[in-house]
């Protein structure tokens, strides 16, 4: 697993049953928060935002980070955060990314998840489209005008609908 402390940054905990975690690692990347694992045959790449998303990657998972790389920059006046990485039964992957901006009123952030496709999961192509976004009538319950009008931290899953038994995703977000 690995942990992100706000004020220090990533570090690895291990566990071997699932219910006791124990220290890895000191601080792997820090001050950066929000970090995505994806693991490959041939090892481990974390995703993280920064100016963009980037992705370093590691043969363990430990050690011997490779220096990072932009996957995903943000349109012109906005910024990237919360990156979810996952796999499409068809083999590709699957990125989504909160992209942010303040608003004219109050100076509140607001903004959208968008998502990007990779066959690899180094080179992204970024859909034209935001994938969800801020909807009043159901994000916005109770809401002021002020209030910030924003979908973040999306987090899918691969799902097996007990109706139809049939393989869905289930994206929950904030």
Do not use: C, H
């Not at 929000?34 to 963009?52: D, K």
């Not at 998972?61 to 790389?69: H, K, R, V």
């Amino acid at each position: 697993m690995y942990l992100s402390k706000l004020d220090r940054g990533i570090f690895a905990l291990t566990s071997v049953n699932g219910f006791s975690w124990n220290k890895k690692t000191d601080v792997l990347f820090p001050r950066i928060t929000n970090a995505r694992a994806l693991i490959f045959s041939n090892g481990v790449m974390l995703y993280y935002p920064e100016s963009e998303i980037m992705g370093s990657f590691s043969k363990d998972g430990f050690t011997d980070w490779q220096t990072a790389i932009a996957m995903i920059s943000p349109q012109a006046g906005y910024s990237v955060d919360d990156p979810m990485i996952f796999r499409l039964y068809d083999g590709t992957y699957r990125m989504l990314f909160a992209e942010l901006t303040q608003n004219s009123i109050g100076g509140n952030l607001e903004g959208a998840i968008f998502g990007a496709t990779s066959t690899d999961g180094v080179s992204w192509t970024r859909d034209s489209v935001a994938t969800i976004v801020f909807d009043p009538e159901i994000e916005g319950f109770g809401q002021s005008v002020s209030a910030p009008s924003q979908v973040l931290r999306p987090f899918v899953i691969n799902w097996i609908n007990p109706v139809s038994n049939t393989e869905n995703y289930l994206m929950l977000y904030n």
